[in-house]
């Protein structure tokens, strides 16, 4: 089992950048592939961001390129999502996400990741 929180979400003006947190306990944080979901008001829960137990291999949504970051340090056990540039679009609910992930892979279909957090709400005003 992996436990995860996410944080850091809040209310801010479009153009402005937040940085989201997920905090893991339980099994070997460090194996896994993390990654970052969003849904907003009447939508589906969709990919953001995706990135390898490593690392070293990254994926983003086209929505996000160029604004948004992925990251982690597995001595922390934590994992981040920076986001810079954002947009009244960008406004939803944010879910960090793990799945073991061997051979470093990248994974951005929601349906294959086990844990999730509570998810933590961005609103960008216009």
């Known amino acids: 089992q992996v436990q995860l929180v996410d944080s850091g979400g809040g209310l801010v003006q479009a153009g402005g950048s937040l940085r989201l947190s997920c905090a893991a306990s339980?099994?070997?944080?460090?194996?896994?592939?993390m990654g970052w979901f969003r849904q907003a008001p009447g939508k589906e829960r969709e990919f953001v961001a995706a990135?390898?137990?490593?690392?070293?291999?990254?994926r983003y949504a086209d929505s996000v390129k160029g604004r948004f970051t992925i990251s982690r340090d597995n001595a922390k056990n934590t994992a981040y999502l920076q986001m810079s540039s954002l947009k009244p679009e960008d406004t939803a609910v944010y879910f960090c996400?793990?799945?073991?992930?061997?051979?470093?892979?990248?994974?951005?279909?929601?349906?294959?990741?086990?844990?999730w957090g509570q998810g933590t709400q961005v609103t960008v005003s216009s």
């Open positions: 996400a793990a799945t073991p992930g061997p051979m470093n892979i990248v994974v951005s279909t929601t349906t294959l990741y086990n844990y």
């Open positions: 339980g099994r070997t944080f460090s194996s896994y592939c």
């Open positions: 990135i390898s137990w490593r690392g070293d291999r990254t």
